[in-house]
Each structure stands twice: as structure tokens, then as C-alpha cells.
């Protein structure tokens, strides 16, 4: 098998080019590659789209701020396209006044849309927020019988995601609920970097074990 | 004279006696989760947790957190043994797929055609909708719970909700700390009243088109 350069989380920051949609894996930063995200808040990339589960934590009167938040607060992002944001006030205030585009997607639906993007689907059918504002200029359709919302799939230019454990080559294991959307990103986005918190040689993972395979991942950044 | 007093508990008590063993459950954030604190002993429920796993068990002791491991409100969990974890493409196939036999969700508004509004009060609260539209849309039973009354003293049943839908007519079940309503569409039926309130308190106090059912039956926590 090709081995895959390991490189730093400096490095891998600057391969995240300025208003590249960016796709970044985690929940309420549990799952989310801390270090390639620090970096790129030093960085400074700007106008850059975020694709992720939520904006994380920031709660500054006790000191905590997660994930992808420092971007947040950096002003980044020219949009967020994400499930919620109510742990993040400053994202909330950054679309209430305007300065940043925020695009709230239920979270299966968010799922599936990067899902398709990475299995080479124009998108879904779902039921999920049909009657709602979700619903607001997007085509319905009748299937079987049932209403659908029609919902596109939404691919990334740079995943930045996050396993416990690669080999080499890069097949990934993720551990417990730090799985969530990484897998899927892994498969949506051109450019493929992931952070991992050990490596191990060529057939040191069990083939049944792994969760991405190696082909979808570019790069490796040691956490 | 009857005077409401506010009471998660007993909210959270009756909601736990609606599952059977094996059914599979999702709790919400907030109020939601008490449930679990409740469930009779004899029931054996699976709960299901959004961020990729089913078989959640109880907090962690202090000391043993691991990083890895929460439940959807970004909070410090525990695994049973047997339990699974998933990512999130699979967890939302769960709950959209109907695998999910019932959700529990947190209430703003909710309306006697079943609809709720959960997520957004435009311009002042916007958290977001998480994944609370895809269990509502999914799930085979939903389940409201709320306090009864706000501060203000309007009843969080309404006959139509003002602010933005979770999702149109999905709910089926308002449990609330005076009663268990069931969603008839066109009204609510209140199946139990939650001793000291009585049904005609009940009617008087709700903001909504409320019927007591032929067997409406006082619950006492």
C-alpha cells in the first residue's frame, strides 16, 4: 500500500485555501481536529464556507471555547451552513446582524447531503422539514405516494476531519461518539486531511475494523 | 382555588411510564432527559443518542469522563454493555428510517393539529433546529414535554403555534405537569389529570381547544 504524508497541523492549515468550503468533522467539537483547527485560526484564513455539525462552545465568561469556535469568533467564515448554534453566541450575533450568511440544515438532513455528495448523488428525498422554513425554495416531489423535500448534495473542497488511529496508509478507526459526521466528510470533499491520535504500520488494523478505507484520505497530521 | 406550581418531576415521572421493554427512545436536551431518571424498573428501554449511538447509560462517575464519549448536548456519557456506536448518516437512517419507536422532545409551542415549534424565536433565540426535525419527522411516537404555563400565564398548548415549525403535525402526545394530551388534530383530549388539577381547571387554563376524554383518569406521580 501508498503511504501517505504526515505532515503538521501548520501545514496542513495552509493547505486550506482563502474561501475554500471547508468541511469539518465533529460534535460540539467532540470528534473535531483541534490541532488543524488552532492552526488555522493562527492562520487567518478568511471567507471561507464551514460545513459542520454545529459552531461548538463558546462560553467565554468560564474560559471555554471549542472546535471550530476560535474561527467563529475570528470571523472566518463568510458562511456557515450548520444544525445549531446555541452554545455559540457570537455566531448567533454574527447572523443577526448580518455579517455572516448562517444556513441552519436539520442535522439528518446535513448527514445525508454530505453523504450524497461523497457517493455521487445530486442529492436526497426527505420529509425532514416539509411545512417548515426548511421547506422555503426547494422543489417538492411526490414519490410512492409520499411528499419529499428534494435536498442537494453538498460537497466541500477540504475536509478536515479526525480518527483515533490510522495506519500508514491511511485507513481510519474512529473512536465511540467522535465518529458522528467524519466518515461522511471523508468521502465529500476533494482534498482529504485527517488528524489522528496514533499511527500504526501497514496491517497493524484489522481490515474488518476499518471505518474510512485508506483511498479517501491525503494526508496525515499527527494530534 | 388551585395554584400551579411548576413541576419538571412529575412531567418527567409520567413520560416514563409511557415506554414498554424494548422500545427504542430518544430523549431531547433539557427537560427530556429527567425521563430516563424515572423509567420503571421493570421496563428496559434502549436509549438512542443522535451523535452516533444507542445504549446510552448513565453519567459518568467524576474522574472517568472520556473525551470521546457524549451524549448530544455535548455532555459526559456512558455506554451499556451491547450498546453500539454509529456514525451520523446511520444514527439519522435510525431515527428517519422509523426505527425509533419514540422521541421526546422539548416544547416552545405546540398545537392542538400537533404541530411544534421548538427551535426558534426569530430575532431574539436562534439555537437551531440540531437534529430535533428529523426526529419529529421520523420517530413513531413524539412525545411534548412542557410546563403547562409560562411566566406570563398562557398555556404552551396553543390552538395554532405562532413561531417558526419544528415540524407540521408530527406530535402525538403532550405530557405536561397538569395533564396527559393526547393530538385528536382538531383538538387536544385530555386523557389524565395530574392531582390537585382538575379537568375543568384544566380547560379553563389552556389556550387551546381541550376535551376531557369519556375516560379521563386522575394520575398521581
Known amino acids: ?223 | 382555588m388551585i395554584e400551579y406550581v411548576e413541576s419538571k418531576e412529575n412531567i418527567a415521572r409520567r413520560i416514563a411510564r409511557i415506554f414498554k421493554t424494548g422500545d427504542v427512545v430518544n430523549l431531547g436536551i433539557g427537560l427530556p432527559t429527567l425521563v430516563a431518571n424515572y423509567v420503571p424498573p421493570e421496563v428496559t428501554v434502549i436509549l438512542q443518542s443522535e451523535n452516533g449511538l444507542i445504549g446510552l447509560g448513565p453519567a459518568p462517575e467524576k474522574g472517568r469522563e472520556d473525551k470521546d464519549l457524549t451524549n448530544a448536548g455535548g455532555m459526559p456519557v456512558t455506554l451499556l454493555t451491547g450498546g453500539a456506536y454509529f456514525d451520523s448518516a446511520m444514527s439519522f437512517g435510525i431515527i428517519r428510517g422509523g426505527h425509533v419507536d419514540c422521541t421526546v422532545l422539548g416544547v416552545l409551542e405546540v398545537d392542538q393539529e400537533g404541530n411544534l415549534a421548538n427551535y426558534k424565536i426569530p430575532g431574539k433565540m436562534v439555537p437551531g433546529m440540531g437534529g430535533a426535525m428529523d426526529l419529529v419527522a421520523g420517530s413513531k411516537v413524539v412525545v411534548a414535554a412542557t410546563t403547562h404555563l409560562e411566566k406570563t400565564g398562557s398555556s404552551k398548548l396553543k390552538r395554532r403555534c405562532t413561531l417558526p415549525l419544528t415540524a407540521e403535525r408530527g406530535v402525538d402526545i403532550v405530557v405536561t405537569d397538569v395533564g396527559y394530551f393526547e393530538v385528536k388534530g382538531s383538538h387536544f383530549e385530555l386523557k389524565e389529570y395530574f392531582e390537585p388539577y382538575t379537568p375543568d381547571w384544566i380547560v379553563e387554563h389552556t389556550d387551546a381547544d381541550v376535551r376531557v376524554a369519556p375516560d379521563c383518569r386522575p394520575w398521581r406521580a
Do not use: W
Open chain 1, 1 to 223: 500500500m501508498i503511504e501517505k504524508p504526515v505532515i503538521s497541523a501548520a501545514e496542513a492549515a495552509k493547505m486550506v485555501g482563502e474561501g475554500a468550503v471547508v468541511h469539518v468533522g465533529g460534535f460540539l467539537a467532540c470528534g473535531s481536529p483541534l490541532g488543524i483547527l488552532a492552526a488555522l485560526a493562527d492562520l487567518g484564513t478568511r471567507n471561507l464556507t464551514l460545513v459542520c455539525n454545529d459552531t461548538a462552545v463558546l462560553d467565554e465568561r468560564n474560559g471555554r471555547i471549542t472546535g471550530v469556535a476560535p474561527l467563529v469568533k475570528n470571523r472566518q467564515f463568510r458562511k456557515m451552513i450548520v444544525s445549531h448554534i446555541g452554545t455559540n453566541p457570537e455566531s448567533q450575533r454574527q447572523m443577526n446582524a448580518g455579517e455572516t450568511e448562517v444556513v441552519l440544515v436539520p442535522q439528518g438532513t446535513l448527514a445525508e447531503r454530505v453523504r450524497a455528495a461523497g457517493c455521487g448523488l445530486g442529492g436526497v428525498l426527505t420529509a425532514t422539514g416539509l411545512g417548515t422554513e426548511v421547506q422555503e425554495g426547494k422543489q417538492v416531489v411526490q414519490v410512492r405516494g409520499r411528499t419529499f423535500l428534494v435536498e442537494e448534495a453538498l460537497p466541500g473542497d477540504v475536509a478536515l476531519i479526525k480518527a483515533k488511529k490510522a495506519d500508514k496508509a491511511g485507513n481510519l478507526v474512529y473512536s465511540k461518539t467522535a465518529r458522528n459526521f467524519n466518515p461522511l466528510m471523508a468521502m465529500a470533499c476533494a482534498l482529504v486531511i485527517a488528524e489522528v491520535e496514533e499511527i500504526v504500520e501497514i496491517g497493524q488494523i484489522d481490515p474488518d475494523q476499518v471505518h474510512t478505507p485508506s483511498i479517501l484520505v491525503d494526508y496525515l497530521v499527527k494530534a
